[in-house]
């Protein structure tokens, strides 16, 4: 457990207040998206994403401005990135997932022409809702509430469209009811049709958000679920709403220049393979949490519809890049582990999560992976921070939003102090480690912390070298 931090900030009341201020009762007003901040973070998130004033904040503190570059590791649908642009500080996001990354891209861009982007949706839209009348098909809301299903298909046509064998394999079961998956075809294929690549990306991201939130059957509590089956639903007027809430965000903003943001679709275990040079100042991240989550359940509807992943290949490519943050994401030469073979507190939790494993009976595959997912989760993130030291400038300040996870038989993972050990470990300064909020854990009942830790790359000549356990840089 790394001592510097510990008793650093003790005195300093800012600190101490930041440490406090985040209660169980305060949650849900922590994490929400404000509605002053909805311009174009609106267009698509991740339902856990970080809000936009955690990144404004940070950024305060480290005295961040148009002279700095920021980087966001695990930029997700583009939180910091957005929020950096907005604020006209230059930055990059490095994202794994082909989904995440073309939402980045997308909010990152407000070149195109708003009355265009409108016009051009309107004329998809009425081509859409007419291919759709003449096979008997109703699409303006509001649609009846009980309709069953063989009234559905009573009008409509005998075949409705439906996914190539390959790609339905890869939806989550009834996820998306037949009727509202053939209305949605019939619109990606109008917007083939009428392609136009100024617009096409927005309209897109707007299809995937639509999709999500109104279309499907999907629901978030907070892990991605399917609900009760809708045998109908609205698909052209949500689409079109997104766009045009899109194209009323794109107003203002195409009156800013706005700062650069580049976004690589890449591993964020090799930064150094798509950047050169001390060059980034800061990171404001979220990195994936060590528990049972899979991120590509989260947004697999709208990548597999939308032509993101096309087959299980692109699945397992997809997942290869990924830090090992669950055991549906383990493949047998995966060694990240090496990392951590010498960290004491790792280990010990690996095999108490394999004891109660073994104590308790339990046999299925993904079981018995629990230990060694949590020794791949660590080495990763201590594979990437070793890595993320060659594109940091001396001083770089970084924030790493992370969480207590018992998500393994119920053994607790203190996710931030472990995290900020390895970094200690690998040269960084910890500065501290701060209190966002906590959330009760559905198992143990217990409250779990999500903690900001933060860190300082003092340069590689400035790093201490006595009293520090070094991580064996695997050959």
């Not at 679920?225 to 903003?253: C, F, H, Q, T």
């Not at 990171?283 to 697999?300: G, H, L």
């Not at 339990?362 to 070793?386: D, I, N, P």
């Amino acid at each position: 457990m790394p001592k510097s931090w510990e008793s650093a900030n003790e005195h300093d009341p800012i600190m101490k207040r930041e440490l406090h201020t985040s209660t169980p009762d305060t949650n849900g007003a922590v994490n929400r998206l404000a509605p002053e901040d909805s311009l174009v973070h609106d267009w698509y998130r991740f339902v856990l994403s970080f809000p936009p004033h955690l990144v404004r904040d940070y950024l305060q503190r480290f005295g961040i401005g148009r002279d700095h570059t920021v980087l966001d590791p695990f930029c997700g649908t583009g939180t910091t990135i957005v929020e950096c642009k907005k604020l006209g500080i230059p930055s990059i996001g490095v994202e794994a997932m082909p989904w995440a990354y073309f939402v980045t891209t997308v909010k990152t861009d407000w070149t195109p022409d708003p009355d265009g982007l409108v016009r051009h949706v309107r004329e998809v839209a009425a081509l859409a809702r007419e291919q759709l009348q003449s096979e008997g098909i109703e699409d303006e809301p509001p649609l009846p509430l009980f309709r069953s299903t063989s009234m559905v298909g009573s009008h409509h046509p005998k075949v409705l469209r439906k996914l190539p064998p390959e790609k339905e394999k890869l939806l989550l079961t009834n996820s998306i009811s037949p009727l509202p998956l053939h209305k949605t075809l019939v619109l990606l294929e109008c917007l083939d049709q009428c392609r136009d690549e100024k617009f096409r990306n927005h309209e897109l991201l707007a299809l995937g958000k639509a999709l999500v939130f109104s279309i499907s059957n999907l629901n978030f509590g907070p892990e991605v679920g399917v609900g009760p089956a809708k045998p109908d639903s609205p698909v052209v007027a949500p689409w079109l709403a997104s766009v045009e809430a899109m194209a009323a965000d794109l107003r203002p903003l195409r009156q800013t220049e706005g700062a650069p943001a580049g976004v690589h679709n890449a591993d964020a275990r090799r930064i150094s393979e798509i950047l050169t040079g001390c060059t980034i100042d800061a990171v404001v991240t979220s990195p994936p949490y060590p528990n049972e989550k899979d991120y590509t359940r989260t947004t697999r509807l709208e990548s597999v519809l939308l032509g993101f992943i096309k087959d299980k290949a692109d699945l397992r490519a997809l997942k290869r890049g990924l830090i090992r943050s669950n055991t549906r994401g383990v493949y047998k030469g995966d060694d990240d582990d090496r990392w951590v073979s010498d960290h004491d507190e790792i280990q010990r939790i690996a095999k108490a999560i394999e004891t109660r494993r073994v104590k308790l009976g339990k046999t299925s595959g993904f079981e018995r992976q629990y230990h060694r997912v949590t020794k791949l989760y660590f080495g990763g993130m201590a594979r990437h921070l070793a890595d993320l030291r060659t594109v940091l400038a001396p001083g770089a300040q970084l924030a790493y939003v992370v969480g207590d996870q018992a998500s393994y038989l119920r053994v607790m993972i203190r996710t931030g102090p472990l995290l900020a050990d390895i970094a200690e470990s690998l040269g960084y300064d910890v500065v501290n480690i701060d209190l966002f909020r906590t959330r009760l854990a559905t198992a143990t009942k217990e409250q779990l912390r999500e903690e900001v830790v933060i860190l300082r790359w003092p340069g590689p000549r400035q790093r201490r070298l006595s009293g520090v356990r070094a991580i064996k840089v695997p050959r």
